[in-house]
């Protein structure tokens, strides 16, 4: 049996956002993941897109099944992952992109803020930024199905939520980092990009 942790959401997901991040991050080099969860994310983005250095991160728990995938994969642009709880200590490079998926209805909004707000100390000034997952927009969900999803993380806990876009918008902004684009995606998700500026 493969031993390795497996997210069919990551399978189906993968092919649309590697499309947005073939152009968007085409002029990067250096790329931090936050929250990796199983690794697949990271094995087929760094395959597909062989110029880029891609770092994958997550919360010590999850680094055994990310270095599974990476270990079998054996890709000369993947070190090994790193641990990185949001709220803790980030790692000492300097990375000119970010990448995140599924992330933030997962962190309560205080480790959303904890996130944001450490951007800067690992990015280049001119850093792009592109989050995946479901937004609400102005208070709103955007589909029965995000209601539902909203409804079943609530359950799990109460610091769970799908986030607004003005509200994680306003976090970037106070970052340094400015709206570029927001791009929607299969089964009511969105691809949100920003780039650093000051
Ligand atoms: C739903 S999973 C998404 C995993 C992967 N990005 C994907 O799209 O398949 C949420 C991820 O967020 C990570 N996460 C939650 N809280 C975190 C925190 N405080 N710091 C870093 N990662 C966190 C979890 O460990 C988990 O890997």
């Given amino acids: 049996m493969d031993p390795k942790p497996h997210s069919s959401a990551s399978e189906r997901n993968r092919d649309p956002i590697l499309g947005v991040l073939q152009g968007y991050f085409a002029d990067r080099r250096?790329?931090?993941?936050i929250g990796s969860g199983t690794g697949q994310h990271a094995v087929h983005f760094a395959r597909?897109?062989?110029?880029?250095h891609w770092q994958a991160s997550?919360?010590?728990?999850?680094?055994?099944?990310i270095r599974a995938?990476?270990?079998?994969?054996a890709l000369p642009n993947t070190p090994p992952?790193?641990?990185l709880d949001v709220t803790g200590a980030w790692p000492p490079q300097t990375f000119d992109a970010v990448f995140s998926a599924n992330t933030l209805h997962i962190m309560a909004w205080p480790e959303v803020e904890a996130m944001f707000a450490a951007?800067?100390?690992v990015t280049t000034a001119d850093a792009k930024l592109a989050i995946y997952g479901p937004f609400n927009v102005d208070g709103r969900y955007t589909s029965d199905s995000n209601a539902a999803f909203d409804a079943s993380l609530k359950?799990?806990?109460?610091a769970m939520g799908i986030r607004d876009i003005a509200a994680v918008d306003a976090l970037a902004r106070s970052a340094g980092f400015d709206p570029v684009d927001d791009i929607a995606m299969p089964a009511n998700n969105r691809i949100r990009l920003w780039q650093r500026s000051r």
């Fill in 30 to 33: 250096r790329v931090l993941e």
């Fill in 48 to 52: 597909a897109l062989p110029r880029l």
């Fill in 58 to 65: 997550d919360r010590d728990g999850n680094l055994p099944g």
């Fill in 69 to 73: 995938w990476l270990d079998e994969a």
């Fill in 81 to 83: 992952a790193v641990e």
């Fill in 119 to 121: 951007l800067p100390g």
């Fill in 155 to 158: 359950a799990r806990s109460d």
